[in-house]
Nanobody, 121 residues
């Protein structure tokens, strides 16, 4: 089992910044991709950003140029820097990680509990 612990959410004014962290722990063999998704009230969960073990990043168009995802592979931790926040960024942000238990097994995806970000004046 892999546990994901998220931190860093909160209330911020439009134009402000936040930093989210997500640390994976447990019986880890290899964490391949990690990422952040978000879900606003009444909407489906959507991709925010992902990062591979080789540090290749992918961003949703809506956050490009404002959000930056980084990774400390040795610590199985990712960081999402959110700048120039907008009210439409308000959502619960979920961390996920693809865990490879052994070389012959497909990855298993784990999710964190979610952290609320509210952008409001």
């Amino acid at each position: 089992q892999v546990q994901l612990v998220e931190s860093g959410g909160g209330l911020v004014q439009p134009g402000g910044s936040l930093r989210l962290s997500c640390a994976a722990s447990g019986n880890i063999y290899i964490i391949s991709a990690m990422g952040w998704y978000r879900q606003a009230p009444g909407k489906e969960r959507e991709l925010v950003a992902t990062i591979t073990r080789g540090l290749t990043t992918t961003y949703a168009d809506s956050v490009k140029g404002r959000f930056t995802l980084s990774r400390d592979t040795a610590k199985n931790t990712i960081y999402l820097q959110l700048n120039s926040l907008k009210p439409e960024d308000t959502a619960v942000y979920y961390c996920n990680a693809d865990h490879i238990l052994n070389p012959l097994s497909p990855p298993v995806t784990y999710w964190g509990q979610g952290t609320q970000i509210t952008v409001s004046s």
